[in-house]
């Protein structure tokens, strides 16, 4: 009950940010960001203990410490390699997390395997061929990135395969959010502008870690 009282607070919280990031009301959004994942890892904390309940904290602590950083990215390239490093370490951390998963079902079906490992190998590829050119001197820490974030999404398809329902859906639903997220961050860089893209940035990634967070509540009832 406790963590589904912060996850509810969390996304009430989000929706007044993500209006403050809409209308453009500077220094509201700066003041609010910071203190999403507070909450998100609050609803954590006070949930009964889990054997992977300390790996969580970590990789949300993580992705904390890059909301943070990211603040700051207009003032130097710097802060954002710092908090692509930060949100590096939260993705491996993660893919920690989902490969401790318990698997309560079994899969039989190749085919859908197949078809869902295609379909990330084939996001991968296009996100490099397309951004290779534009990246500069961060060619290899952003395929490094890239990686990382790909393996995460494939563990986590893999794992919703054999994880329990409903709990599956919501932890595929929030690491593709993660990925999307990450991707519209990615373009509005380094290929072309984004009309609104901390928006759509910010409501992506606000609702992969609320499904990632609920997802793996659930799973550890």
């Keep these: 009950m406790k963590s589904s009282f912060f996850l509810k607070i969390y996304l009430g919280f989000t929706i007044l940010y993500l209006i403050t990031l809409f209308l453009h009301l500077e220094g509201f959004d700066l003041l609010m ?3 999403l994942l507070p909450i998100l890892l609050t609803s954590v904390i006070v949930s009964e203990n889990f054997p ?39 993705h491996i951390v993660y893919i920690t997390l989902f490969s ?3 698997n309560t079902r079994t899969t039989h079906n190749k085919s859908t395997i197949w ?3 295609l379909a990330i190998l084939i996001y991968f590829i296009f996100m490099i061929t ?29 794992g919703s395969l054999k994880w329990a329902i409903p709990a599956n859906n919501y932890i595929l639903i929030g690491a593709i959010l993660f990925v999307s997220s990450d991707s519209i961050l990615a373009f509005n860089k380094f ?14 990634y ?13 799973l550890n009832k």
Excluded: H, N
């Excluded at 300390?54 to 990215?73: C, M, N, P």
């Excluded at 951004?131 to 990382?148: D, E, T």
């Design 206 to 218: 606000c609702m992969a870690q609320y499904f990632i967070v609920a997802g793996i509540l659930k």
């Design 33 to 35: 960001k910071p203190l």
């Design 100 to 102: 401790k998963q318990q």
């Design 130 to 158: 397309t951004l290779f050119p534009k990246l500069g001197p961060l060619k290899i820490p952003v395929i490094v990135y890239a990686i990382v974030i790909t393996s995460m999404l494939f563990v986590v398809f893999k």
């Design 115 to 117: 078809l869902g490992s």
């Design 191 to 204: 290929y072309a502008p984004i009309t609104q893209a901390s928006f759509y940035i910010m409501i992506t």
């Design 52 to 90: 992977t309940k300390k790996t969580l904290l970590i990789a949300l602590t993580f992705s904390w410490v890059g909301d943070i950083i990211l603040l700051f990215a207009d003032k130097g390239e710097m802060y954002f390699i710092f908090g692509l490093v930060a949100f590096l370490l939260s």
